[in-house]
């Protein structure tokens, strides 16, 4: 039977309870001033800043840390159904000089002036910084500008769509320990905001800035190369694009001998130039996005030893494969995306048996050479994604059984099986780790093979049983069995015929 709900920890009771005691006496407040606005009744005894020193005193006087202070925040901040104004009352209140990590969330604009003036005024302990879902105009730009200079411990500062030359100056004179700098998105940052970024202390530090637009050149990648030649501990340059004309650019015209740290890059459109660049230049490159790669570069690949995780967006099937024969033991983790022509699923399971995960998206076809397949298999698969990519039944099978006793997610958008094939699947087959089931589309399989995966002892969820050949009285049976048997199964879409 699917796994039990777990009894919730003390731990877990006591931060629940504490902070839904918070919130509904913020929520009362808050009631209770709108009512007196409103109506002009006299309630001292509710008064926000009374409740907030109260709520305050209590944690203090029961020795709350910083870290508690931490966990009650991000609950409650990121909390989908509680209004704005009760969470940025808790901002207000929780936040203090021991909290070291904050994510504001998405907040309406109306709220972005006073989160911001709260940060500046209580905020010096932050160490990690995340204001996506903020998005500053130039009339707060000052306060972003306080913020920059009243956190000095600053480890991590998410800042995206809002960066421009200014706010790298402000860092260049303020912040001196920056791991992490994400300014990526539309923003206004020239080679003059570049500049600053190079000559600040946090040249030093930073091992990885996320920087410019998905797929778009908007910072020119000249000056993605004057990065890449003064911070010396890059590791990333996060969602920018083109870091192959930066490292092709730098080889061709400034320093023929260069190498960096560069652990993940995303190239597009790359070149010969390119890949040649991002292989002589990146030996310790582990993470590759390739999006629309020239033809026949691919088997440069080869080059790189300490490859891992790639990723790769239009390219012929053709060329990877001498990849896999040469360096597929290396691999854990493979995405493939609008793969051309044919290809052939026995190379991974013959040249790449580490794969940790494996997503194929939008392919031409998908096949197996069933005749190379008798002993081979994947030993430590975990998660396999098969979407819009067409393949045959047996091809299915094989990809599936050859890693039944390590894989935890499944996810297939079109399943070929009839019941009884896949009937026989599932009692052949030891599938005990399998976690996570999504099948988009399968009209063969009813209450029988629902059945059969309820017997996976760790299975917690399956989809999108609205693809499904089940019924509303299906539906309603196996609502009853999951609760009646205590289990922590979900189902997709929970609102199925309801």
């Known amino acids: ?48 800043s009374l409740v907030m020193v109260e709520i305050n005193s209590y944690l203090e006087a029961n020795g709350a840390t910083h ?28 936040l203090n000089h021991n909290i070291k990590s904050l994510t504001t969330e998405i907040f309406p604009y109306p709220y972005y002036e006073k989160i911001l003036q709260v940060i500046v005024m209580q905020g010096s302990g932050i160490r990690y910084l995340n204001l996506k879902g903020i998005w500053i105009k130039e009339e707060m730009m ?39 700098l994400d300014i990526s998105g539309e923003t206004d940052i020239t080679d003059i905001g570049i500049d ?3 000559t600040s202390s946090v040249s030093k530090t930073l091992t990885c800035v996320d920087i410019g637009m998905l797929g778009e050149e908007n910072i020119d990648h000249v000056d993605i190369a004057s990065l890449l030649l003064n911070i010396s501990n890059l590791t990333s340059l996060g969602c920018y694009s083109f870091v192959g004309r ?13 190498m960096c740290k560069l652990q993940y890059i995303h190239d597009t459109n790359t070149t010969a130039h390119s890949m040649r660049a991002i292989c002589k230049t990146c030996p310790q490159l582990r993470h590759f996005y390739l999006d629309s790669p020239d033809a026949n570069i691919l088997n440069l690949l080869t080059t790189l ?7 790769i967006y239009r390219f012929n099937c053709d060329e990877i494969v001498p990849v896999f024969k040469t360096i597929g033991s290396q691999f854990q983790h493979l995405t493939f995306m609008k793969g051309r022509g044919i290809m052939d699923v026995i190379h991974l399971i013959k040249y790449c048996p580490n ?31 098969v979407l819009n990519s067409p393949m045959s039944a047996i091809t299915l099978r094989h990809l599936i059984c050859n890693c039944h006793q390590t894989i935890r997610r499944l996810a297939v958008d079109n399943m070929p099986f009839t019941e009884i094939e896949m009937a026989s ?32 002892p760790e299975l917690m969820s399956i989809g999108q049983l609205s693809g499904w050949r089940l019924t509303p009285d299906d539906i309603i049976l196996l609502k009853g069995i999951l609760r009646s048997g205590n289990s922590c199964l979900t189902i997709s879409p929970a609102n199925l015929f309801s």
């Open 1 to 48: 039977m699917s796994k039990k709900n777990k009894v919730a920890n003390l731990n877990e009771m006591s931060l629940l309870k504490l902070a839904n005691s918070i919130i509904s006496a913020v929520s009362y407040s808050i009631t209770a001033e709108t009512i007196e606005q409103n109506t002009f009744l006299n309630v001292h005894d509710l008064d926000m």
């Open 67 to 94: 870290t508690i202070y931490e966990e009650l925040l991000q609950s409650i901040l990121s909390s989908d159904n509680l209004q704005a104004s009760v969470r940025f009352v808790c901002l207000q209140m929780l």
């Open 142 to 180: 000052s306060l972003m500008f306080n913020i920059i200079k009243n956190l000095p411990y600053l480890i991590k500062l998410v800042i995206p769509y809002i960066a421009n030359d200014d706010v790298l100056h402000h860092i260049m004179k303020y912040q001196r320990n920056l791991l992490y």
């Open 196 to 198: 600053y970024l190079c």
């Open 246 to 258: 930066s490292l092709h650019h730098i080889l061709d015209t400034i320093n023929p001998s260069f």
């Open 305 to 311: 030893r300490k490859l891992e995780r790639l990723k």
């Open 355 to 385: 794969l940790i995960d494996l997503d194929f998206y939008m392919m031409d076809e998908l096949t197996i050479n069933v005749t190379y397949a008798e002993g081979e298999n994947f030993g430590s698969l975990q998660t396999m994604e």
């Open 425 to 456: 699947i599932l009692l052949e087959y030891n599938f005990n780790k399998l976690e996570d089931i999504w099948f988009t589309s399968a009209p063969n399989f009813t209450m029988v093979t629902m059945e059969l995966l309820l017997q996976l």
